[in-house]
Structure formats: C-alpha cells, structure tokens
T-cell receptor
Framework: DTGVSQNPRHKITKRGQNVTFRCDPISEHNRLYWYRQTLGQGPEFLTYFQNEAQLEKSRLLSDRFSAERPKGSFSTLEIQRTEQGDSAMYLC??????????????FGPGTRLTVT | AQSVSQHNHHVILSEAASLELGCNYSYGGTVNLFWYVQYPGQHLQLLLKYFSGDPLVKGIKGFEAEFIKSKFSFNLRKPSVQWSDTAEYFCAVIQKTNAGKSTFGDGTTLTVKP
C-alpha cells in the first residue's frame, strides 16, 4: 500500500495522559499536513511541514500540542495532558508540493482519539 | 480570515435525481478549489479540483463543478446520482499565496435512496 498511513487508528486515553500519533506520508512527498476533525465539521488545519521544517501552526495548536518531522519523512503529533475537548479524528495528509502536480492533498485514514 | 460555507448539511435524493451542492468561500485573492469525498468507512479522497483555465471542471464518477469567480462559488453537480454516491462531500480552498493551508467547509452528507 503506497498511501498515507497513520497509527494508531484508534486511541482511548484518560484525561491528563499524553498521546502520540504517527503519520507516514506517501514516499517522496515533501509536504505533510495535520488536521483535526470533529463530528459534523470539516477538517481544521493544525500545522504543516515542508521536509523537516514546520512552516505554519494554527492557533488551534495550543502549547499542549507539538508536531515533528525530524528527517523529513514520517511525522509525529503529540498531545500532552489530554483534555476531553481533544477527542476528535486527527488526519494526516501529504503532497509533492512544487513538482507541478498541484496542491491536492492525499489523506490518511486518520487516528480517532477518545479522551475519557 | 478565509472561510468556506457549504449550505446543505444533509441532502437526500432518489437514484437518477440530479445533484447540486453549494460551496461559497470568502477570500478575495487567487485560490485553488477542491471537492473531496469520503465514502462510508473510507478516507478523504479528491473528487475534482480547479487551478486555472476553464471554470467548468470535470472529476471522477461523472461529477463536475463550476467556478464562478464573481460569486465566490464552486458548486458541485452530477446529472444523475447513484446509490454508490452516498458519502460526505467537502469543499476546500487554498490561497495561492499560502499554499500550505487548506480551509474546508463543514461537509454535506448525501444519502441516495435506491
């Protein structure tokens, strides 16, 4: 399978715990994006990377959230001291920006986080 | 701030009916426009996109969309829906000056009755 993969697919955690999600983009896609989606809403932009550089962070990304893409390949999104309001689907997407193939993004299946 | 509005939250149609889903965005500059679809149990995938040129774009599975710049609209159409078109549809906008950030609408759930 050469699509975007995300792990885990589901995560249930207790309030106050830390969680980490992983995203593996399509090989050689230089841009990687994180979104959050809650029920009844569209994906909300959180942050994106070009290679290993984090180029933009949404104001939705509080100081409890951190994302990394250390080698410009996979990325991790960590949430510290989780709150019930963090319960959502976390989506990852990637694209080969700048190669002339356009800006459409290729999405992974998401990680569903439930904070109890 | 940029925003995307999808007017229909839930649409129910019978097979063979025609479909039009509305999408309006608020941004005065140059944009790229997309429709994504999410079938039950599957992840988001691209249905069609507009970058430049002909404002009428055709996508997969018989879908098309028309970009009307003066109305800031990018409505999705299909002349005859099928049961397999049952899915959630999202309109998305990217500013060409900030091609990293997509803004999505809240989606329209389409249910097609056989």
């Amino acid at each position: 399978d050469t699509g975007v993969s995300q792990n885990p697919r589901h995560k249930i955690t207790k309030r106050g715990q830390n969680v980490t999600f992983r995203c593996d983009p399509i090989s050689e896609h230089n841009r990687l994006y994180w979104y959050r989606q809650t029920l009844g809403q569209g994906p909300e932009f959180l942050t994106y990377f070009q290679n290993e550089a984090q180029l933009e962070k949404s104001r939705l990304l509080s100081d409890r959230f951190s994302a990394e893409r250390p080698k410009g390949s996979f990325s991790t999104l960590e949430i510290q001291r989780t709150e019930q309001g963090d319960s959502a689907m976390y989506l990852c997407a990637s694209n080969p920006y700048g190669t002339g193939e356009g800006n459409e993004q290729y999405f992974g299946p998401g990680t569903r986080l439930t904070v109890t | 701030a940029q925003s995307v509005s999808q007017h229909n939250h839930h649409v129910i149609l019978s097979e063979a009916a025609s479909l039009e889903l509305g999408c309006n965005y608020s941004y005065g500059g140059t944009v790229n426009l997309f429709w994504y679809v999410q079938y039950p149990g599957q992840h988001l995938q691209l249905l069609l996109k507009y970058f430049s040129g002909d404002p009428l774009v055709k996508g997969i599975k018989g879908f098309e969309a028309e970009f009307i710049k003066s109305k800031f609209s990018f409505n999705l159409r299909k002349p005859s829906v099928q049961w397999s078109d049952t899915a959630e549809y999202f309109c998305a906008v990217i500013q060409k000056t900030n091609a990293g950030k997509s803004t999505f609408g809240d989606g329209t759930t389409l249910t097609v009755k056989p």
